[in-house]
């Protein structure tokens, strides 16, 4: 009929190809997280169980994840090293014009999905966003690839977008939009099935109330955040390409670590385990919160500094590991987002498959967090403005902190999408905007993307 | 110093001029509102203090809107004639090259600003979407004319480009996201410090509980919803374009109408206002409410089928309008919609500036308020999913209408980003954009965008 035919002029004739596509990524994305998350639990219970005995609940700690980075290690470099990093920035090296020899085969994207599964699997700070592209639409794949990694469609497409290209077809945006909603569509509902989840609305559910949620006057702390992240998201970057600068110079320690490749991901994740073990240095610094979990205690709706470790309040959860019975939650914190920035910028080197977006975005979360805990110290009451007590809301500093620093990190602004879509509550789109965008200019200012400076790095 | 130099660098030369346009349609934007809305108030004022007499409330309730109507037609007329209609044909016409002589002059602008003024404050179905532009940076002038009438700010940047541009520069969509930020704050910070609203968050803030907002099996309710709206978009843009095309005709009407040009839309006053006169034929189709009324009343969280006129509860505030004692709701939304949608596709073609947008809005609103009152009747009690009960809200169905139509209506998918900018809640998202990709796929297959079509027209 003459709609047929004219729905396929609007659509291309591709439509059935993106539904393909949508489809395909929806379960090869759910499948990772369901095993990766797997692989989680049973990595906290042999913790739990092996409580009596610390010796060997500390090798346990160590080896489990060891082993799981060296395979995704080994893996990749037998079947596919192109598959390794988070494959951003080859596909804006291919946007570009740049052909990259079997950078996309269904090779590299098998060695991509195992690596990353065993990656996430072992509680590194590494991310996933993998981006499966076809040459044709590589950046609806990306946006699929993003949007399904987080279940948000929309951020997906504008997050592929601002990375990968310079000028856009609308048309693509149509396209990626379309792919990358049913995508997410799926991935939520497979979710729900498998009872993980009890709706199919935000992955990282927060619950600040609508009515007041934060006053024009602690707008400067907003804005404190979004330079803050600017800088810190430059050094970040600067970081990251400092530790892959000084593995590439000629000594007989690089010689080495290239000669016998399983070492540097050996090493650098018996370094972070160690230092994350629950019941040594891990105590001080959540340890025991795998990435997850981190963001769902970061965002949580409590006033952590009003809470006292020996009379917690029910449904806290997970976010009890914050509170130190004699550490203040502010050195926690600190101490966190301190030691988990040069992990993150180190793990990210590592030779497996991984992103940087997830690591960062805990960071960003932190650090709001942090803010915010200190502010709702100084203000313990709230601020009253016109008759109306806006009490301080930790956990929504630390969403904007987090949307800051990806976007400083990343150079982008989309990152408020993604992250009011992670969160399904858009109260605080207008200061989060704003920080992002102050993190923007500072970042932008100092140093190139995370992308752009693996690129050059790569070159 | 280099950071400033390098920022200057990122934002192009012209960063104070986007704070400037950002500034400038801010308190552009927010004076036109609190003009029309001082002058609906002054409009319902009068009406209710004429109680006694209804032959001189019917004379007040016909006469003020004909009055500024007539009014914004004969400025427009002498003063600058190319500021009729919504501006963004025009602007599509000149981002693709044709030069429209004396468009973007100052004389146009301020016809445009007090023409719409005046037709805002009439109560009649026109809207504003008011692209302010400037040759160099149209697109981001279009987005933060979009992005400021609504105070949403990102789906001002999306829909100007998707509305606009065939290809755009990302550069531009940072611009757009930086302008429209910028001035969104402003008029949402103007409309605090003059108490129309509490927060600076949304506009038509909606309350739906964020727990189990939806059910799957809902689901094909909002497939239906989509599919309808794509189908009533395309028959809008069709109507809109027989009534121009009729009037076009060279009969002895049109020679007349053209001749004395203040008749034509002084009738379409007088005919919409007759007909909407409260006590009169009103009473059926909520006639008294003014359309941002409207809007906030199909978005509330009652279910109007299980309340009684005669009881009404605390809060219900302006959505009693749509309960008559004697007729079911059904009947008094079904004649609204009806009764709306040619006074919409008629009142847009009024030679003063307008746009369709807010009127096919509150018309999508409606059907699907519509929808959510049956579905409501269909499971009294809910839907029954794992244990869960699903209540309907028809209040998220509304939503999901009013994004559903007026992305048929202007081929766009970013309508879902405005309506959950607007509505400050983000847990319809996924319905949402299935409704609108499926409104989409059957407009796009049946009709040209409305603002196609006015160019097609125009030409």
């Known amino acids: 009929s003459t709609l047929y035919r004219k729905l396929q002029g609007v659509l291309g004739n591709d439509w059935i190809f993106l539904v393909l596509l949508g489809l395909t990524m929806a379960l090869v994305s759910w499948s990772m997280d369901y ?9 906290k219970w042999m913790h739990g169980e092996l409580r009596g005995n610390v010796l060997i609940q500390y090798l346990a700690w160590v080896v ?18 192109q598959a390794i990093g988070s494959g951003i920035p080859e596909l804006k090296t291919i946007l570009r014009g740049v052909v990259l020899k079997e950078y996309l085969t269904l090779k590299a994207f098998v060695a991509k999905v195992i690596g990353l599964t065993a990656g996430l699997g072992s509680g590194m700070p590494v991310g996933k966003e993998n981006p499966c592209g076809y040459t044709d639409i590589l950046t609806v794949g990306c946006a699929v690839g993003v949007g399904c990694c987080f279940g948000t469609p929309l951020g997906g497409v504008l997050f592929s977008i601002e990375v990968t290209s310079t000028y856009f077809a609308v048309r693509n945006y149509w396209r990626g939009y379309f792919a990358a909603t049913f995508s997410a569509f799926i991935f939520r509902v497979l979710s729900v099935w498998n009872k993980d989840a009890v709706t199919i609305t935000a992955l990282f559910r927060t619950n600040f109330r609508m009515d007041f949620p934060f006053d024009l006057q602690e707008l400067p702390a907003f804005a404190i955040i979004g ?27 690089t010689r080495f670590l290239t000669k016998h ?42 006033t952590w500094t009003k809470l006292s470790a020996t009379a917690l309040p029910p449904g806290l959860g997970r976010s009890s590991a914050w509170l130190h019975p004699d550490v203040s939650v502010f050195l926690i914190l600190l101490l966190f987002f301190v030691m988990k920035f040069w992990m993150s910028a180190v793990s990210t080197t590592m030779p497996i498959p991984s992103g940087a977006f997830m690591p960062v975005f805990i960071l960003g979360a932190a650090f709001g967090r ?28 630390a969403v904007i902190g987090a949307a800051a620093l990806t976007g400083a990190v990343t150079h982008t602004v989309s990152t408020a999408v993604i992250c009011f879509e992670l969160t399904g509550q858009i109260s605080h789109i207008l200061p989060m905007m704003v920080a992002v965008i102050l993190a923007n200019m500072v970042a932008q200012g100092l140093q190139p993307s995370l992308y752009d400076s693996i690129i050059q790095v790569k070159k």
């Open 227 to 253: 330079i803050s992240c600017g800088f810190l998201g430059a050094f970040f970057v600067y970081l990251n390409r400092q530790v892959v600068l000084v593995m590439r110079r000629q000594t007989a320690l």
């Open 261 to 302: 490749r399983l070492i540097y991901p050996g090493a650098v994740t018996f370094v972070i385990a160690t230092l994350t073990f629950p019941p040594g240095f891990g105590q001080f610094m959540a340890g025991e919160l795998m990435p997850r979990e981190c963001i769902n205690s970061l965002f949580d709706n409590f």
């Open 35 to 43: 095993t990766s998350a797997k692989s989680l639990q049973a990595y």
């Open 370 to 397: 942090l803010v915010g805990e200190i502010m709702a110290t100084l203000f313990p009451n709230g601020i009253l403005f016109d008759g109306i007590v806006y009490r301080i809301l930790p956990g929504g500093y």
């Open 64 to 81: 489990y994840p060891m082993v799981l980075v060296m395979f995704a290690s080994l893996f990749c470099n037998i079947v596919a090293p």
